[in-house]
């Protein structure tokens, strides 16, 4: 079975523009996470899916942050327009359930110059 | 401040010794995962512990689960260079479904 899904891998953008990072989670798994990750730091949550309804974005920034799980399966996040300090890695998860087991996707690693 | 502190927050040692990595906070968990995240790549569950006082083996890995279940351990015996990476605690706090990840632990095995 295919794990969580990813794209793109990299993606190096100059600051003041778009980007959106796109994420396709293991069939059932109705929770969805998006983390950022800092060199060096743990992941830190941005937005938790239970199937389409965000239940948690509190860390989100919303003013340059967007997220979107519309049929209750895959997502995407925009960044809208990226500053220097948003040169992170951003994660995707799912998991059955929110506290269950939580499989990662291999990331974006977004670089803004 | 950061709920799940781990320490050291880096770890350099020979193949063959042993280590403990470890993960407080002040907050209980309803239950705490370890994961292990290789450069490039998301991070990998290695266990879940539930309950207080809890002790799992994976092979040459002993996680143990603090009987208030307020902090975590995970000891390695006879560290191999495949054994590097960056180490994480996260958890559920009871009443708060966000997985919360700790600060991470990077270890490093020299051959």
């Known amino acids: 079975e295919a794990g969580v899904v990813q794209s793109p891998r990299y993606k190096i953008i100059e600051k003041k523009q778009p980007v959106a990072f796109w994420c396709n989670p293991i069939?059932?798994?109705?929770?969805l996470y998006w983390y950022r990750q800092n060199l060096g730091q743990g992941p830190e949550l941005l937005i938790r899916?239970?199937?389409?309804?965000?239940?948690?974005d509190s860390q989100l920034p919303k003013d340059r942050f967007s997220a979107e799980r519309l049929k209750g399966v895959d997502s995407t996040l925009k960044i809208q327009p990226a500053e220097l300090g948003d040169s992170a890695v951003y994660l995707c998860?799912?998991?059955?359930?929110?506290?269950?087991?939580?499989?990662f996707g291999q990331g974006t690693r977004l670089t803004v110059v | 401040t950061q709920l799940l502190e781990q320490s050291p927050q880096f770890l350099s040692i020979q193949e063959g010794e042993n280590l403990t990595v470890y993960c407080n906070s002040s907050?209980?968990?309803?239950?705490l995962q370890w994961y292990r995240q290789e450069p490039g790549e998301g991070p990998v569950l290695l266990v879940t512990v539930v309950t207080g006082g809890e002790v799992k083996k994976l092979k040459r890995l002993t996680f143990q689960f603090g009987d208030a279940r307020k902090d975590s351990s995970l000891h390695i015996t006879a560290a191999q260079p495949g054994d590097t990476g960056l180490y994480l605690c996260?958890?559920?706090?009871?009443?708060?479904?966000?997985?919360?990840f700790g600060t991470g632990t990077r270890l490093t095995i020299i051959p």
């Open positions: 069939s059932g798994h109705n929770t």
């Open positions: 907050s209980v968990f309803s239950s």
């Open positions: 998860a799912s998991s059955l359930g929110s506290g269950a087991e939580a499989f």
């Open positions: 899916y239970e199937n389409e309804e965000a239940v948690d």
């Open positions: 996260a958890g559920d706090p009871p009443g708060n479904e966000k997985l919360t």
